[in-house]
């Protein structure tokens, strides 16, 4: 059974940081590609971070870019975002993703962890 637990959210201040987790388990983490997207209310979801197996490419959304890391421990089954500089645009509901089991059709989410940036 295929596991996405999100934690680390919460409230900060504009310009503060956060850091994110997600423990994936059930199925082999250290082969497959990991991505962080989030949901603003009412907004679409949308692609933040990705990371693929080895951590040895990532890519960010522009509106990200040199704000936030993702990383990755493969010894711990666990895929981070490091979120810095925040601004009140990135309040949103943080969920982090794995490409396994894609090509059968499925896509599995975690639930969630809520960032609200707010004076």
């Known amino acids: 059974q295929v596991k996405l637990v999100e934690s680390g959210g919460g409230l900060v201040q504009p310009g503060g940081s956060l850091s994110l987790s997600c423990a994936a388990s059930?199925?082999?983490?250290?082969?497959?590609?990991m991505s962080w997207y989030r949901q603003a209310p009412g907004k679409e979801r949308e692609l933040v971070a990705v990371i693929t197996s080895n951590g040895g490419l990532r890519n960010y959304a522009d509106s990200v870019k040199g704000r936030f890391t993702i990383s990755r421990d493969n010894a711990k089954n666990t895929v981070y975002l490091q979120m810095n500089s925040l601004k009140p645009e990135d309040t949103a509901v943080y969920y982090c993703?794995?490409?396994?089991?894609?090509?059968?059709?499925?896509?599995?989410w975690g639930q969630g962890t809520q960032v609200t940036v707010s004076s």
């Open positions: 059930g199925f082999l983490f250290s082969v497959y590609t």
């Open positions: 993703n794995t490409n396994y089991g894609r090509s059968r059709g499925y896509d599995y």
